[in-house]
């Protein structure tokens, strides 16, 4: 029986502490607020500890004691625990600027018994900032005294929780990316009547946000942080390209990759194909073997690479890759004009172990790409023993600007898309055509 008694105390308490949480006391000096009184101390009847209490002066009305909440708060319930020592006849009122008051509860020739007494009280919601107990008539020869006077918003669903998340990470310029918002109360339950968000886009010109769309204007990165009053989302970030991923493979026979590195006999010999087929659930294994251990630096190192042709001239503004969590410690991109010479755009050494992410490379970070055909991925070192592996591999671009098409060197029996005068034509060994194949004089 024992053991049973105790089980039900340590229960009791545990929804006691619950409903602290969940209901908070705007009344409490650890909240913000503070008192005063005609005479005695206030600030114990504030203090969330009911061993401590507010006792005005003994054989004297009225007696008031005012609250300040520090701000304006939206309430509906008022509490009082009384000592013996309780009010008969008194009224609670709340004020914006204590000038004007409203009563909000009217006790009158009251009488109580057991203490301490919890006497409670509910009302329209109201917002205010001051609160202010009157009593006009004791229920005893001493003072007024509470243990605790608490303030509550019970009853409602209170926003507690508020999460963003955008459709995608990866966005093109002037498509739209839709947030997904749910807003959970103090209970952990949905909150169907939505409030409006508000966002905040940094750089704040990367793009706009209409009615929880994101459209970015401009390639690169936006931190989006969406708020609903003082309930912050964990911030997100969406990256936007522009153009089409033009490494894309539409199949592995004619798969864009020209070249790479040896693998993994026990994989197929195109398996860089899984990096440029434009599925981030494929992978390309990168790696000779499984066997390095973790700690073998030499057996880490190693190259692990593959050549993209893009098929014509581009000009790129985005390298977005997709690691699995076996990814590359030290890697570089490169581009080049014609497979032979080739400029390193991006350099990057940093990773130690398992880490699954994606690599956003645009802006200042991508060097000589206004007119690039062949793409390279090397990586010289894996982070763990499992080799380098990739879900994705996507470059950005758009067809290569130019107005003077004598500067275009094309590759024999080659053809390359550029844009002359805002129109798309297609080179081939030097002679212009028309998309549909007609030769422009
Ligand atoms: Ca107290
Ligand atoms: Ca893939």
């Known amino acids: 029986m024992k053991h049973l008694f105790i089980s039900f105390i340590l229960c009791s308490l ?5 409903a602290q949480e969940t209901d908070v006391n705007f009344a409490l000096a650890s909240n913000g607020a503070t008192a005063i009184a ?11 500890n009911t061993g401590t209490r507010w006792e005005s002066e003994h054989g004297v009305d009225p007696q008031t004691l005012t609250i300040d909440l520090g701000q304006p708060r939206t309430f509906n319930t008022i509490q009082i625990v009384w000592e013996g020592a309780y009010g008969k006849t008194f009224t609670v009122s709340v004020s914006d600027d204590k000038a004007t008051w409203k009563p909000v509860w009217t ?7 057991g203490f301490p007494y919890t006497q409670t009280q509910t009302f329209d919601k109201t917002t205010a900032r001051y609160i202010q107990f009157h009593g006009t008539e004791r229920g ?8 605790e006077f608490r303030v509550y918003l019970t009853g409602v669903s209170r926003l507690t929780t508020l999460e963003a998340k955008p459709m995608a990470n990866l966005t093109k310029v002037g498509e739209e990316n839709t947030i997904t918002i749910i807003q959970k109360d103090q209970n952990g339950l949905l909150m169907e ?11 704040a010109d990367a793009g706009t946000i209409t009615n929880n769309v994101y459209t970015p204007a401009k390639v690169g990165a936006a931190l989006i942080k969406a708020a609903i009053g003082e309930i912050e989302a964990t911030p997100f970030e969406v990256f936007a390209y522009d153009g089409e991923n033009v490494a894309a493979s539409t199949n592995k026979e004619n798969s864009k990759v020209i070249a790479q590195s040896d693998i993994n006999p026990e994989l197929d010999a195109n398996n860089a194909y899984y990096a440029v087929d434009g599925n981030d659930a494929t992978i390309w294994q990168g790696c000779y073997n499984g066997e390095a251990g973790a700690g073998d630096e030499a057996a880490r190192t190693y190259d692990a690479w593959f050549t993209v042709d ?4 581009y000009d790129v503004n985005m390298v977005y890759i997709l690691f699995e969590g076996a990814c590359s410690q030290i890697y570089h991109v490169d581009f080049s004009e014609d497979n032979a010479d080739w400029t390193t755009t991006y350099t990057y050494e940093g990773n130690a172990g398992i880490n699954a992410h994606t690599r956003a490379i645009y802006g200042n970070d991508l060097k000589n790409a206004s007119k690039v055909r062949y793409v390279r991925f090397w990586s010289t070192k894996a982070a763990t023993q499992w080799g380098v592996k990739m879900y994705d591999f996507k470059v ?5 600007q130019v107005t003077d098409i004598s500067a275009i060197a094309t590759p024999e029996n080659y053809m390359t898309k550029v844009m002359e ?9 030097g002679v212009k055509y028309d998309t549909t194949g007609k030769m422009i004089q």
């Open 310 to 313: 893009l098929g014509a001239y």
């Open 14 to 18: 545990t929804l006691s502490a619950f």
């Open 107 to 113: 006790v009158e020739g009251q009488q109580l018994a």
């Open 140 to 147: 005893t020869g001493w003072g007024y005294s509470f243990w």
């Open 38 to 48: 005609t005479s005695g101390n206030p600030l114990l009847a504030i203090d969330d």
């Open 396 to 400: 950005f671009g758009l067809p290569l």
């Open 421 to 429: 005068n805002g129109q798309l034509i297609i080179i081939h060994n």
């Open 193 to 203: 009547d939505a409030d409006e968000v508000t966002y905040t886009i940094l750089p």
